[in-house]
């Protein structure tokens, strides 16, 4: 199977050499609005046809090299079609901001620390950001695609599509369970073979996001065209970091763990009883956390590792006994956040409960489909609830690529 991914690397170059690709990237910006003129009024949509009217002018008018002319022309036909797919048929492509597409190994390559690139007057080559670029250098696994140069804020930036080859470990080959119960006290609860939970904690998160909060009221009731302006300059701000923290958490659970091991997450798809079981005032806050986010991430993360992702049923999660599988209401003292099992008296912090649960049903997961029998026949007696948790299909982790903003699914229409 193959996961394709964006690395984002900074390129250094010197003053000379910033003038010339800025000129190349302006040069060849300015060709695919030429080019786009030419598809927008024709209507031409075949790459040869395209070519064969604009690389003369694109040649001459914007000096740009042969193999960048063609390149111009996949870029344009490459928005157009994104377009159509998207229904904006009749919309021409503008290139305002200077960009620069290039193909692997013709027009641009990378060593362990260099980058080398061709520009309109001749190639040239530069040092980048090769922290954590490292692993893409194994032949075996990664191959690099085509690439982008982006100017912002007057540094260069190099986009890599990458794509690696991953083997989700079979069944019969996973060693080790770990179970993820996502909420509001913790991000992340993890519980796993080796017996011990790990809580990764939601309070810095939970402030951060009430200060986001208070401070868009705030600019909304203002009302003016920069507070407006400010306005989306915080909602950005606040989606970097959001993405960051989902980051760094989804590298920490998966960097943890051996290769053929089994996430078990909730599968948050159907999200009502997550609303339900969070406070009014909390819903901001920790329900619209992008939590799809966080779990397209770890899919990606664990397979590129050998690991593989499960998406269980959610219900009776934090209410089950997971010594003796008593599923009760009042097995859970909120307040206290405390468990006591009203059936074996099993006791423990409520917040690991989840988590516990979750690495109950994949070993649940396993056994069944192993055998292709329920397993765990005494915990299933005990639990008529959970037989029918485990008739639920299980989604096994599945990378959908979106483009929305992070909060793909949003929980707070509940
Ligand atoms: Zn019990």
Not at 207 to 220: G, I, P, S, T
């Amino acid at each position: 199977m193959e996961l394709i991914k964006t690395a984002k690397l900074q390129i250094y170059l010197s003053e000379e050499d910033k003038a010339l690709v800025l000129a190349s990237m302006r040069a060849y910006s300015a060709a695919c609005d030429h080019i786009s003129e030419y598809i927008f009024t024709t209507g031409d949509r075949s790459q040869a046809s395209v070519q064969r009217h604009t690389y003369a002018d694109v040649r001459t008018k914007y000096g740009l090299p042969s193999q960048m002319a063609c390149n111009a022309v996949r870029t344009v036909l490459g928005s157009y079609r994104a377009n159509a797919s998207n229904g904006h048929k009749a919309v021409k492509c503008r290139y305002v901001v200077p960009q620069l597409t290039l193909s692997w190994n013709r027009d641009y390559s990378l060593t362990g620390d260099k980058f080398s690139v061709g520009t309109i007057s001749g190639r040239i080559k530069a040092g980048y950001s090769s922290c954590g670029m490292e692993k893409y250098f194994v032949k075996e696994k990664y191959r690099f695609g085509a690439a982008k140069m982006v100017y912002k804020h007057g540094k260069f930036f190099l986009h890599v599509s990458v794509t690696c080859e991953t083997e989700e470990p079979e069944n019969c080959d996973i060693r080790n369970v770990v179970g993820h119960d996502r909420g509001i006290r913790f991000l992340v609860a993890s519980y796993g073979s080796n017996g011990k939970t790990k809580f990764y904690s939601g309070k810095a998160v939970k402030q951060k996001r009430a200060h986001y909060q208070a401070l868009r009221r705030e600019l909304q009731q203002v009302g003016t065209p920069s507070s407006r302006r400010r306005l989306k300059a915080i909602g950005q701000r606040e989606n970097r970091w959001m993405r960051d923290v989902d980051h760094c958490i989804s590298k920490a659970l998966v960097e943890s763990e051996p290769a053929g091991t089994l996430h078990v997450l909730e599968d948050l798809t159907g999200i009502r009883h997550a609303t339900e079981r969070v406070r009014l005032k909390d819903r901001y806050v920790s329900v619209s956390w992008p939590y799809f986010a966080l779990e397209q991430k770890l899919v990606y993360k664990a397979r590129e590792r050998g690991q593989k992702v499960i998406f269980v049923d959610p219900r009776y999660t934090s209410q089950t006994c997971p010594k003796c599988g008593h599923v009760a209401k009042n097995n859970r003292n909120k307040k206290l956040h405390a468990f006591t099992c009203t059936n074996c008296g099993y006791t423990s912090n409520d917040d690991r409960i989840g988590a516990m649960n979750l690495y109950r049903m994949g070993i649940e997961y396993l056994v069944e489909s192993q055998t292709g029998t329920s397993g765990l026949r005494g915990a299933q007696s005990a639990v008529p609830q959970c037989s029918a948790t485990a008739a639920m299909p299980i989604r096994c982790g599945s990378v959908q690529r979106t483009t929305g903003q992070p909060q793909a699914r949003s929980f707070m229409a509940e």
